[in-house]
């Protein structure tokens, strides 16, 4: 069984190695984090980073809040709306732990907390390459198409739910 947690900043090291580690094996679903440092970084900009353990990390989300001072591309957009916000950063889940609800339930409680910030919980999904699961992922959610934005090498879709 799995228990949900919202971790205090600044993590253990241990914590920090098992959230990056589990980030890499999840490439190229979530983007590179090319190292350990960077990782603190998104952390120490994140509002939440929240896990799901069992004996160790299974699995982790990291949720950024408006006028951070996060250099993505993907989190202007939605800072750029002058509306308050949930950004979901990344979500990733550990090799044997997939295709259990795990995601499903990490995602249950983002938006729970979404709606008692009272913000809209959002992210980007990949349209090319295309990633299917996420996207009907998000849809099962309510999740609405906001916006698009084509890069050099991908292309992403805005998602927000109320």
């Not at 160790?56 to 989190?75: K, P, T, W």
């Not at 913000?119 to 295309?130: F, H, I, L, Y």
């Not at 099962?140 to 090498?153: A, E, H, I, R």
Request: with cysteine.
């Amino acid at each position: 069984m799995y228990k949900l947690e919202l971790l205090d900043s600044p993590l253990s090291s241990s914590d920090l190695d098992e959230i990056w580690n589990i980030n890499q094996e999840n490439i190229p679903e979530v983007g590179n984090v090319p190292d350990l440092e960077r990782m603190n970084a998104l952390i120490q900009w994140s509002s939440h980073v929240m896990v799901a353990r069992d004996q160790e990390i299974a699995g982790f989300i990291i949720l950024m809040r408006e006028n951070q001072a996060y250099d993505s591309l993907n989190y202007e957009f939605y800072n750029s709306q002058n509306s308050p916000f949930l950004y979901v950063d990344r979500i990733a889940i550990k090799d044997g732990h997939r295709r259990n609800g795990l995601g499903k339930m990490i995602y249950e409680k983002t938006i729970e907390l979404a709606k008692d910030l009272n913000v809209m919980a959002c992210c980007e999904v990949n349209t090319m390459p295309r990633n299917d699961a996420s996207l009907a992922f998000h849809e099962s959610f309510g999740f609405q198409k906001v916006g698009t934005k084509d890069y050099d090498d991908h292309s992403v879709v805005y998602l927000t739910k109320s």
